[in-house]
């Protein structure tokens, strides 16, 4: 399995919630990585809840800024999770006690292990459209009337996610590791789309 990914021991995130100096460490990281696109999402779980925003170069805008009813502070010492992701594959952080860690899967491991070991699926996200402004769309779930803002438009928001197939001695098959390849926006999921149950990321 480690061959489908780069481990990094130890990540320092940004002091501070300045969104430029977000901007400019999330696009450094990409670069350094080599999964920088034109255009990618961040997806954050942190201790007081979801912050979504696009990365366009080292402009950083989060779904906070079109909507404050989504509001939470971007800061180190909340996150517990960190995935950036774009056509060129995916950086993940996450929290190991006071310190982080890291993982990068490039696109270059789709070739590499083969269509036949790779298997895509697509997870509806949880929610409703409210309203769309400034690039983000408002999702709320109607039991609950939880709330969150992915990028992009549409009534339904959902998650393609690949997963990548090895073998064990036996000749069994496994998912070694999953990435995020895209956030894609439908008004209707598509007879032809496979979703899995809801998730809110």
């Known amino acids: 399995m480690s061959e489908l990914y780069e481990k990094i021991t130890s990540v320092a995130l940004p002091d501070g919630s300045d969104?430029?100096?977000w901007g400019q460490w999330l696009n450094q990281a990409a670069a350094n990585n080599t999964i920088q696109s034109p255009k990618m999402t961040l997806l954050i779980h942190?201790?007081?809840?979801?912050?979504w925003g696009h990365l366009v170069g080292s402009t950083l805008?989060?779904?906070?800024?079109?909507?404050?009813e989504v509001e939470v502070s971007l800061r180190a010492k909340t996150v517990q999770q960190l995935r950036l992701f774009g056509e060129a594959g995916e950086l993940l952080?996450?929290?190991?006690?006071?310190a982080f860690e890291g993982r990068v899967v490039t696109a270059a491991?789709?070739?590499?292990?083969?269509?036949e070991n790779c298997h895509e699926e697509a997870y509806l996200l949880w929610g409703e459209n409210i309203k769309e402004q400034d690039g983000f769309t408002l999702l709320q779930e109607g039991a609950r009337g939880l709330l969150h803002a992915p990028p992009g438009s549409g009534q339904s928001a959902f998650i393609n996610v690949r997963h990548y197939i090895e073998y064990d001695p036996a000749g069994q098959a496994y998912v070694a590791l999953s990435r995020i390849v895209s956030l894609n926006w439908a008004n209707r999921?598509?007879?032809n789309t496979e979703v899995q149950n809801e998730t809110s990321a």
């Open 19 to 21: 969104l430029a100096v």
């Open 46 to 51: 942190a201790d007081d809840g979801v912050i």
């Open 61 to 68: 805008t989060l779904s906070s800024e079109a909507f404050s």
């Open 93 to 98: 952080v996450w929290r190991t006690g006071t």
């Open 109 to 115: 491991v789709d070739t590499a292990v083969g269509t």
């Open 189 to 191: 999921p598509s007879e």
